[in-house]
């Protein structure tokens, strides 16, 4: 909501001639799951103007989020030689990848993405998951710990770090701050980190401790645990 009344301050004062105003608008939109608004709004933007990568990045993951992955797919492919040195672009080109099961291009487009903004956290947790999509959970823990190292209260980022640990044979430690909630999603995905990568005994253990830890019934953990038991869990359908 506050966003939302900032861009509409932003908007008044002398309209949005070129478009940044929209282009944030529909930026906003896909963040907060709304992007066939967002991909409506983006065709007020100018495409040949100074905001034209950042639109067709935009304009990708909008056709991504509703599932047009061959329009993204189309657009990727056009924008790629004007928005070869965006790192913005190649965010949302790796992004595009991991939809469509690509996982070593989409690794590639982060690590390009990345060439262009070091520094970028949020491309670095992205080039995390391609990494373990990738079947690369050593790189894929390095990176993702040593986010954490930054800010380690990033609670997405340590459940993909377990996952990736659970594929590595690891243990997550539960944190002090972890709720019971939390602490079980994180063994959880530890336990199908572990199950991919054939630690059976291990993903049985870890996703049996998820369910103890678990605050309330949850359908899906429990079948999770009868696949890896090759047995029906106590909370299956019959």
Request: hydrophobic share 45%; charged share 25%.
């Amino acid at each position: 909501m506050e966003a939302e009344a900032l861009l509409d301050r932003l908007a008044k004062p002398s309209g949005d001639p070129d478009g940044e105003v929209d282009l944030l608008r529909a930026e906003w939109l896909i963040a907060v799951g709304q992007p066939a608004e967002a991909a409506s709004l983006l065709t007020s933007v100018d495409p040949d103007g100074r905001w034209k990568c950042r639109k067709l990045a935009a304009e990708m993951i909008a056709l991504v989020r509703i599932s047009r992955l061959d329009g993204a797919d189309q657009l990727a492919t056009r924008a790629e030689k004007a928005c070869g040195e965006d790192p913005v672009f190649w965010r949302s080109a790796g992004r595009l990848h991991l939809a469509r099961d690509r996982a070593p291009a989409a690794v590639a487009a982060f690590r390009k993405s990345l060439s262009l903004d070091p520094a970028n956290g949020g491309v670095q947790r992205d080039l995390g998951v391609a990494l373990i999509a990738a079947g690369d959970a050593l790189e894929a823990a390095s990176i993702l710990s040593a986010l954490l190292l930054v800010d380690p209260d990033q609670t997405e980022t340590r459940i993909n770090l377990d996952y990736a640990n659970g594929m590595l044979g690891r243990q997550p430690l539960r944190r002090s701050s972890d709720s019971d909630l939390v602490w079980s999603r994180r063994l959880q995905y530890a336990g199908l980190g572990a199950q991919r990568a054939s630690h059976s005994h291990l993903a049985e253990a870890l996703l049996g401790q998820a369910l103890i830890a678990r605050p309330r019934h949850d359908e899906q953990l429990w079948q999770q645990y009868a696949a890896v038991t090759g047995r029906k869990g106590e909370g299956t359908a019959h």
